[in-house]
């Protein structure tokens, strides 16, 4: 039987209590031993021998945007080329779906056809929902728009809806392309996964930042943001899903002679599109993501009602928007997942039926697209929904939240502050404290402790990059605010995926409960959390927290459910009771799918951690939103990488760990 | 009488591994297995040549692993064999640039697999039609076409399901239909029943006979079950750690194996089923009386009750009807119950 002090071993123990011992001496003393030995130098990371990093990256955007040429043409041409090519069909969806068309411009514009009434909009969701699967989708369609619709949400929908609209085809055919490319031509493949590998953890408003100076502000800026964002996972996926197409199928293709365009379009797309299908739903629910976000570089639509509501404390406005997203992510998530797994019809249809009967949907969304855009010469109500028909719960949702304020508020405030004096405030002191050579020092000790030679020149090289460009400092708040988000995100769920590994009917409550909070965009987690405990590292904590539980939950349950069955039968044999059970063969046994895990959460706080900017921690995150309110791009991609690098050391002495645990565990085959 | 030969394939080689070419070269193109196995390479196809004849039915048989599939998949050019010659009708396969395999495989080659592999977004039909699609024929023109070989490989009336709708031998018989759709003169075979259960399996055997019969083909055929491969195979090749080890008729191999491995290779298989009167019996003319004439092509398994039936021996004549020998009682029971005698 495996014990966990068995697992870990004497040596390790030494090892990491006197390393924290070390760093925590020097972390409470780096004061005083300034004082004492009157070096500066070691609390703080000398000015002098700064990486001029910063102005050397936006000196070069500045020559990028004013004088770069490629002979023909100037990179100026070039970025006003590939706006043209995405603002035209945005500029349509636009119109199609709200503004209505019109030529001229300003005062002398002139309507020449209204845009779709919202009845048609919802007419035709409700007929996909039903193509891709069955009226209950359709009903779940036509109810989610319909809310938009009476909540007075739509308009702003609308141009959400405009912007992934545009985004989705573009990134998903995208990255499709960069993922055949990389499927056929292997040097491809090793420059792209790298690139890939740095975007998945660079935070989100990074990219804003040079975006924002090459485009400037509006919603060209925020779909090229959201292209960019959304694109990497559908590159992986394609690469994966045509990997996976059995080899005897691709033999097929050529034993009957395909040419090579012949053979990827024919046999191996179709026979990877159930899985493609998969790479789409992610394009759309991280385009609806970024497009949130991207309202702060002027997308317009929900996020932006979100972004003005949460500056100007609008309890109501905000949460209104909050949950108009919500609907919005799940309509778009079911809709897409139900045409992932559409299953074709049986039989096709007879080929002699009419037109009409064959294309029962097609026939009856044009029948009310015209319709109503005939009545709605008569009744303008058709066109766009009343609005004094809508229904506001503005007003609601702010008395709710005053109530709970004047009720509940030394609650609250007695829980903040309890958690901010006894966990926040003295894990930041310690990390905050941590001076910048002994940082490096101590990520170099564990690099090459848990992976080698490689690892700890990595960790160590990265830690000494941040320290060097001048942000230690915030690179501790975020590592702190991190570690506890983590901490207590792993603390509620990993027990929670404990429990639905081992009973079934909490497993699907739960699940269904992760599934809804895994679609939000990570705007969302912001609304509640300011209208109950305004701003601060408390309020950040608490949406990193809700935003990466997820993960921990997940792989905490398949951890568990994966444990060899033959080891709990062999434990049950030897008389473990269903605690020795869980203490002594599963868990030990399923540490490195926890350890997975943990990388998986501390990746999500990260993210968040950076959108938590807005609710005004003071860490990494605030540098990328100071330099994106200046366009400052060189502080702006310094910050990024600066956090993406903080991942990449996690991720890779986790996943170093994890190996190591399975090693030992005897689970590599 | 021999048949012309369809595919000459001579000294080919497939090594699996770094430098593989390179040591393939150094030695001549000739490695030993030892050389291989000290510079960490896999032989999965060891110096093979084998003639495949005009019409007939030649099966490649060995245990999982020894280079059956490999050894095809270099027939066909669907992997690049390490070193070797290919001729397909006197043409050199491997020297042959793109297009113009593309066309022999378009107009010449079909392909059966043993997953299947029917593409999962197209109906039996579209399936079936799926080669002339490639090779651009109009939609009416191959729809016809594939409905005929749906309804030879017995699929009729199922031509609108999707594979996920049908059972494994027929899907199957879909894949078999696919790479009939474009009348092949070669048609390659890699284990194409071994997915399926005992039962189907004889059935889509019979199936195939009967097919070949009104069809001739030249067919290579992908077994690891002797009891297949002899009821199948004009000619059989033995194959193992990838090389052949034998090629010889079923009956040859069973009266004389090359090798240890093939004897024991040989050893379960029922003699009765394989040898014919002309191998086991008495040579010379018989004196006296007599309970019939046979031929001397005949299986024992065919006419063991015949002969089992009567007190008196057997006239055994050959194809042109002089009698060649006998055939007593005595001889077919040694054979049926395994009694080692005279072989
Ligand atoms: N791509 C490859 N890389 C390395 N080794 C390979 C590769 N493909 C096949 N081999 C090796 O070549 C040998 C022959 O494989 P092959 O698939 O031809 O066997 P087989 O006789 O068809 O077996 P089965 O009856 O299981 O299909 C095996 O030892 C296999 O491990
Ligand atoms: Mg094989």
Redesign the interface.
């Known amino acids: 039987m495996i014990r966990l002090r068995q697992i870990i071993q004497h040596s390790a123990v030494r090892f990491w209590t006197i390393l924290f011992a070390v760093t925590w001496l020097l972390s409470q003393y780096s004061w005083d031993l300034y004082k004492v030995l009157d070096a500066r130098w070691i609390i703080k990371y000398p000015a002098a021998a700064r990486l001029p990093l910063e102005s050397k990256i936006s000196s070069f955007m500045q020559w990028l945007v004013e004088d770069a040429s490629f002979g023909l043409f100037s990179f100026r041409d070039l970025t006003r080329f590939i706006a043209s090519l995405i603002e035209g069909p945005y500029d349509f969806a636009r119109d199609l779906l709200i503004e209505g068309f019109s030529v001229g411009l300003g005062n002398e514009a002139v309507e020449i056809a209204p845009s779709l009434s919202w009845i048609a909009i919802i007419v035709t969701l409700v007929a996909m929902g039903h193509y891709a699967r069955d009226w209950k989708l359709a009903a779940l369609m036509g109810g989610c728009f319909l809310y938009l619709a009476v909540f007075g949400q739509w308009d702003s929908a609308m141009i959400t809806l405009a912007s992934v609209l545009i985004a989705v085809p573009i990134g998903a055919v995208g990255g499709l392309m960069l993922g055949i490319f990389a499927y056929r031509w292997v040097v491809f493949e090793q420059v792209i996964r790298p690139v890939l590998d740095l975007m998945q953890t660079v935070p989100v408003f990074a990219y804003l930042v040079p975006i924002l100076f090459l485009f400037g502000f509006g919603p060209v800026s925020a779909l090229v943001a959201t292209i960019i964002y959304a694109m990497p996972p559908m590159v992986r996926v394609t690469i994966l899903a045509l990997r996976n197409v ?1 080899s ?2 691709k ?2 293709g ?6 090579k365009h ?1 053979l990827m379009w ?2 191996m797309v ?2 990877a ?1 159930p899985m493609l299908m998969v790479g789409v739903n992610q394009v759309i629910m991280l385009s609806l993501n970024m497009v949130i976000i991207a309202s702060m570089i002027g997308a317009g639509g929900l996020g932006f009602d979100v972004l003005t509501a949460l500056r100007r404390l609008d309890i109501g406005g905000g949460i209104e928007a909050g949950v108009a997203i919500v609907v919005m992510a799940i309509a778009l998530d079911r809709l897409s997942q139900a045409f992932a797994t559409r299953v ?1 019809a ?3 249809l007879d080929p002699d039926l009419p037109l009409v009967k064959r294309h029962p949907w097609t026939t009856t969304v044009l029948v009310v697209a015209i319709g109503t855009f005939l009545l709605a010469r008569l009744l303008p109500g058709i066109q766009s929904y009343p609005e004094a028909a809508t229904l506001s719960t503005g007003t609601f949702w702010s008395d709710i939240i005053r109530y709970i304020n004047v009720n509940y508020f030394d609650t609250f405030e007695a829980v903040k502050t309890a958690f901010l004096s006894y966990l926040l405030l003295p894990v930041k002191r310690f990390f905050v404290g941590i001076p910048w050579a002994w940082g490096i020092i101590v990520m170099t000790m564990i690099g090459w402790r848990v992976g080698g030679l490689g690892l700890s020149v990595m960790t160590g090289l990265f830690t000494a990059f941040i320290a060097a460009s001048g942000l230690w400092d915030k690179a501790m708040v975020t590592v702190y605010l991190c570690g506890v988000s983590v901490l207590i995100a792993s603390g509620i769920g990993i027990p929670v995926g404990i429990l639905a590994a081992q009973n079934d009917r909490a497993n699907r409550v739960i699940n269904s409960l992760i599934d809804t909070l895994q679609t939000l965009p990570s705007f969302v987690y912001l609304i509640p959390v300011v209208m109950l405990f305004r701003v601060g590292d408390f309020s950040a904590m608490i949406a990193v927290v809700l935003y990466a539980l997820a993960p921990a939950v997940r792989y905490a349950a398949h951890g568990i459910r994966n444990v060899d069955p033959q080891l709990i039968e062999a434990g049950l044999v030897s008389g473990c009771t269903p605690r020795q059970l869980l203490w002594r063969i599963k868990l030990p046994m399923a540490l490195p799918e926890l350890l997975l895990g943990l990388n998986q959460t501390i990746m999500l706080a990260l993210s968040m951690l950076v959108i938590t900017a807005l609710v005004g921690t003071r860490d990494l995150g605030q540098q990328v939103y100071i330099a994106l309110t200046k366009a400052d791009s060189g502080l702006g991609i310094v910050a990024g990488l600066s956090v993406a690098f903080i991942a990449i050391i996690a991720d890779r002495i986790l996943s170093a760990s994890a190996k190591r645990a399975k090693q030992r565990l005897g689970l590599t085959s | 009488m021999e048949k012309p030969i369809l595919l000459d394939c001579r000294n080919v080689w497939k090594i699996y591994g770094a430098q593989a070419s390179r040591v393939h070269a150094e030695h001549r193109g000739n490695p030993s297995a030892e050389t291989l196995r000290n510079q960490g390479l896999i032989g999965a196809v060891r110096n093979a040549s084998v003639q495949i004849r005009q019409g007939e039915i030649f099966v490649i048989m060995g245990l999982s692993g020894s280079g059956k599939s490999t050894l095809v ?1 270099c027939l ?1 050019r ?1 992997i690049e064999p390490t070193g070797g010659e290919i001729l397909f009708e006197g043409q050199d396969l491997l020297t042959m640039s793109d297009k113009e395999l ?6 010449k ?3 059966v ?5 029917l ?5 039996v039909l579209q399936n079936a039609a ?2 002339l ?3 651009g024929m109009g939609k009416a023109e191959r729809e016809a076409r594939a409905r005929e070989v749906v309804e030879l490989v017995g699929l009729k009336g199922r031509e ?3 594979p996920r ?1 049908l059972s494994g031998g027929q899907q199957q018989r879909v894949g078999i239909a ?1 790479s009939l759709a ?1 009348e092949p003169d070669l048609w ?1 075979l890699d284990e194409p029943f071994s997915a399926l259960d005992p039962l189907i399996r004889r059935e889509m055997q019979d199936e195939f006979l009967r097919l070949q019969n009104l069809l001739h083909k030249t067919i290579v055929f992908i077994t690891h079950d002797f009891d297949e491969a002899i009821r199948l195979a004009d000619r059989i090749a033995v194959m193992k750690d990838g090389e052949i080890v034998q090629i010889a008729t079923p009956e040859e191999l069973i009266l004389n194996p090359a090798t240890d491995y093939v004897e024991e290779f040989t050893r379960h298989i029922p003699r009765s089923k394989v040898l014919t009167l002309g191998s086991v019996m008495s040579p010379g003319a018989v004196a006296g009386e007599v309970g019939g004439d046979l031929q001397a092509t005949q299986r024992i398994e065919d006419c063991a009750d015949q002969i089992e039936a009567s007190d008196l021996p057997f006239r055994v004549l050959s194809e042109d009807g002089t009698v060649v020998g006998s055939i007593g009682r005595q001889v077919v029971v040694d054979i049926l119950i395994g009694r080692k005698v005279l072989l």
């Open positions: 059995p005897e199928v033999d097929v050529v034993m009957v002679g395909c040419t012949q024919k046999v179709p026979s599109a074709a049986d039989h096709q | 998949r066909s669907l593309i066309e022999i495989r378009r107009k080659m079909g392909m697999f043993q997953h299947f592999a593409l999962p977004h197209l109906t799926f080669p699609e490639i090779q609108d399901y999707y709708q696919r474009v390659f």
